[in-house]
C-alpha cells in the first residue's frame, strides 16, 4: 500500500509562497495519479490539483489556477504543490493522495501539513 506524508506547511504573510512536499513510500508511487486536497476549519476536504503517475496533465481547481503548480519526481518518490500569491483563504490543512482519492475514513489519509495565510 502506497504510504504519503505531507510536509512544508507553515505560516506566511498574504503574497508570499510556500511548497509543499509529499513524500511517498510502501508501493510503487509511479503506478499512481497523485493530487492535493485541503480542509479549512468548518468546511469540507476539497480537491486542489492532480498529477498523473508520468507527470504529466495537471489540473488545478479555478480557486488556485494561475497561483498554484503541481509536479512531481517519480525517481525520488515525491510530489510538490508550489503556492504562489497566497491568499488567506488558502488557509488550510493540505493533504496528498492517490487521484482519484480513497474514502474519508481510509487509513491512507495522513496527518496533513498546515497552511495558514495571514492578511
Known amino acids: 500500500q502506497l504510504q504519503l506524508v505531507e510536509s512544508g506547511g507553515g505560516l506566511v504573510q498574504s503574497g508570499r509562497s510556500l511548497r509543499l512536499s509529499c513524500a511517498a513510500s510502501g508501493d510503487s508511487f509511479d503506478s499512481y495519479a497523485i493530487a492535493w486536497f485541503r480542509q479549512a476549519p468548518g468546511q469540507k476536504r476539497e480537491w486542489v490539483s492532480c498529477?498523473?503517475?508520468?507527470?504529466?496533465?495537471?489540473a488545478y481547481a479555478d480557486s488556485v489556477k494561475g497561483r498554484f503548480t503541481i509536479s512531481r519526481d517519480n525517481a525520488k518518490n515525491v510530489m510538490y504543490l508550489e503556492m504562489n500569491s497566497l491568499k488567506p483563504e488558502d488557509t488550510a490543512v493540505y493533504y496528498c493522495?492517490?487521484?482519484?482519492?480513497?474514502?474519508?475514513?481510509?487509513?491512507?489519509w495522513g496527518q496533513g501539513t498546515q497552511v495558514t495565510v495571514s492578511s
Open positions: 493522495n492517490t487521484f482519484p482519492p480513497p474514502p474519508m475514513g481510509s487509513a491512507s
Open positions: 498529477i498523473n503517475d508520468r507527470g504529466g496533465s495537471p
